[in-house]
């Protein structure tokens, strides 16, 4: 069963930590995204990769960078995390054409 | 404004019931549209696609597309409390197969037995 491992269900970290989320897919995808979801806003792009380290700034990006040295890899860091990016934090993968996103389970961070 | 708006409900209707969700757009670039359902503490999964105007049914399930009114619609019929979830709506915009998806917020779903 092809699949989005995220490495973390639930994760608490305090203000000013640097903080790593890390996603893994076994699809042979091209492209990867990270979201962050909260209510009433909805699904929001921080970044997203074509290909082996590309990366592209989503709608959100401030506060987050992101690594993809292997294709089947993508990790989300928070430079120095804040209460504000208390959030669940959803990575995708998909191919490069347009059979929609694979997700994962997502991230619960809580940022204390 | 959002380019894409969805009511986020929540809405509750009874086990049979036929549901309609709905989301309407502001952007004529948007090609390809999706149904996401995500249930409680898990990642989203897809559920329905399609890219053009007209109706696609797959099972209890139909994705409906006007796009000359912006508006597409996901429809349940026969509805059961398994259907209880978070649907979204996506849509893309063709970018020479680096497109991204744009979400709705999503509506909340009750089924109740």
């Known amino acids: 069963d092809v699949k989005v491992t995220q490495s973390s269900r639930y994760l608490v970290k305090r203000t000013g930590e640097k903080v790593f989320l890390e996603c893994v897919q076994d699809?042979?995808?091209?492209?990867m995204f990270w979201y962050r979801q909260d209510p009433g806003l909805g699904l929001r792009l921080i970044y997203f990769?074509?290909?082996?380290?590309?990366?592209e700034k989503g709608d959100i990006p401030e506060g987050y960078s992101v690594s993809r040295e292997k294709k089947e890899r993508f990790s989300l860091i928070l430079e120095s995390a804040s209460t504000n990016q208390t959030s669940m934090y959803l990575c995708?993968?998909?191919?490069?054409?347009?059979?929609?996103?694979?997700f994962g389970s997502g991230t619960r961070l809580t940022v204390v | 404004q959002k380019e894409v708006e969805q009511d986020p409900g929540p809405l509750s209707v009874p086990e049979g019931a036929i549901v309609s969700l709905n989301c309407t757009y502001s952007?004529?670039?948007?090609?390809?549209f999706m149904w996401y359902r995500q249930y409680s503490r898990k990642g989203p999964e897809l559920l329905m696609y399609?890219?053009?105007?007209g109706n696609k049914e797959d099972g209890r399930f139909t994705a409906q597309v006007d796009k000359s009114s912006k508006y597409i619609s996901l429809f349940i019929r026969d509805s059961q409390p398994s259907d209880s979830a978070t649907y979204l709506c996506?849509?893309?915009?063709?970018?020479?197969?680096?497109?991204?998806?744009?979400f709705g917020t999503g509506t909340r779903l009750t089924i109740i037995p």
């Open positions: 995708a993968s998909s191919p490069r054409d347009r059979d929609g996103y694979t």
């Open positions: 699809m042979d995808h091209e492209n």
């Open positions: 990769s074509y290909d082996v380290k590309m990366k």
């Open positions: 952007n004529s670039a948007f090609q390809y």
């Open positions: 399609t890219y053009s105007s």
């Open positions: 996506a849509m893309v915009k063709p970018n020479f197969g680096n497109e991204k998806l744009t």
